[in-house]
């Protein structure tokens, strides 16, 4: 999905960047493709002048690159911390990348966080959020539209690739790191519930927030438009 014209706006006049984020197999890829197809074929009825970018996963390509296995996540927790430190690198370049127009993202940064502190511990990820990078990335989350896609229903499904929750315990402990760590970083967010399975639906519910967003930044007292969503703030 390519950006229009994103050389001739200024970074304050962009509109807010979409993440879509959460454990594996909740259905994240599938929204932000749909998402971006709808931007390409409604720009003339949105509120922006350009297109989004379609920020792609970034982990799966660390994992190619640096040679890691799914394996290594669970048989050694150095490799395991390495890998996620990577991981937000490697997202951290590809966000500034795209610093002159806005973007879906599939996935952030704070999702490596959330796995290393089930897989490696809390203090090894806690140490993931020192530093200017991450500071960087805090901010452009808290400034964006935040979506963290529930799990549940029959979207477990293993690529192969990447390494799955055990079971659906695992699932939902997983997901509950998300949730505390978005608190911890004060960065709002909606949770978009398992409920909501019809794709067309889950769109809506993500294209009416966000327009929400472009009149005005998300607060406490902005109500979620469909009764699936949950607004939370961290504090």
């Known amino acids: 999905m390519a950006a229009t014209e994103v050389h ?14 959460g454990v594996q197999s909740t259905g994240k890829t599938t929204l932000v493709t749909a998402l971006g197809e709808h931007f390409a074929e409604n720009s003339a009825v949105e509120r922006s002048t350009t297109q989004p970018h379609h920020l792609k996963e970034v ?3 660390v994992l190619i690159r640096h ?3 799914a394996n290594d996540i669970t048989s050694s927790k150095t490799r395991a911390l390495e890998l996620q430190r990577l ?28 796995y290393a502190k089930h897989y490696v511990g809390e203090p090894e990820a806690h140490s993931l959020r020192e530093g200017a990078a991450w500071q960087e990335i805090e901010d452009k989350m808290r400034a964006g539209v935040v979506v963290l896609c529930e ?24 997901h509950s790191n998300f949730q505390q ?10 949770v ?29 007292l902005l109500m979620p438009c469909c009764s699936p969503w949950r607004f939370n703030y961290g504090g």
């Open 8 to 21: 001739n706006q200024k970074p304050e006049e962009l509109p807010p960047n979409i993440y879509i984020i």
């Open 59 to 61: 982990a799966r390509g």
């Open 67 to 69: 040679h890691f296995t």
């Open 87 to 114: 991981i937000i690198e490697a997202q951290a370049a590809a966000e500034d990348a795209l610093q002159n127009g806005w973007y879906i993202a599939d996935r952030s940064a704070l999702d490596a966080v959330a």
């Open 151 to 174: 799990p549940g229903g029959e979207w477990l499904v293993d690529d192969g690739v990447r390494l799955m929750p055990r079971d659906q315990t695992e699932w939902f402990e997983l």
């Open 181 to 190: 760590i978005l608190a911890e970083c004060r960065i709002p967010y909606y």
């Open 192 to 220: 978009l519930s398992s409920s909501v399975s019809l794709l067309g639906q889950r769109v809506d519910c993500v294209l009416e927030t966000w327009r929400k967003e472009v009149e005005g930044p998300l607060n406490e």
